[in-house]
């Protein structure tokens, strides 16, 4: 079993291809949605837990559950400023194992959404939404928004190589 983590997978949100937001490498939205899918489940086994750091996806009810339920993996989702239009109910419907509205301190590391402001010593705070194409973000801050990772997760234990 592996420990995987990922951010801003943001499936069906197109305008995040054009240069008005991100500019994606993608074709279309489709073809990022395909990607996305296609990496995460190449590396991401059935039992591997996969921490999602929220902004998972801006489709409509029943593609977003469709889309998370072909990922592979026990998925847990921090709530990213994308995710509050769906309830923890519609998470977990979407396959979702554990869903914390809040970061999930596992004592030297932190998981949130967006950076904290404030991290003790001795710990890191992983974390997406910035999209910025820097992985380390300062010395305790380590970013893991799919822009970053080559649209892929990451293993845990690999960010801190």
Not at 9 to 20: G, K, P
Not at 119 to 148: A, L, Q, W, Y
Request: overall charge negative; some cysteine.
């Amino acid at each position: 079993m592996n420990i995987w983590i990922t951010s801003d997978t943001h499936f069906y949100h197109s305008r995040i291809i054009s240069s008005e937001l991100e500019d994606r490498p993608f074709d279309d939205m489709n073809d990022m949605n395909e990607a996305i899918v296609d990496n995460w489940n190449s590396l991401v086994h059935p039992k591997d837990i996969i921490f999602h750091l929220g902004d998972v996806s801006l489709g409509r009810a029943q593609d977003t559950r469709d889309i998370c339920n072909s990922l592979n993996g026990l998925k847990v989702l921090v709530y990213g400023n994308h995710d509050y239009q769906r309830t923890v109910s519609f998470w977990q419907k979407a396959g979702f194992v554990y869903i914390s509205k809040k970061p999930i301190d596992l004592g030297a590391v932190i998981l949130s959404h967006e950076p904290l402001k404030e991290v003790p010593d001795e710990v890191f705070n992983i974390h997406g939404h910035t999209h910025s194409k820097i992985r380390k973000v300062s010395e305790r801050h380590i970013n893991v928004s799919m822009d970053v990772t080559d649209f892929k997760p990451v293993l845990l234990e690999n960010l801190f190589c």
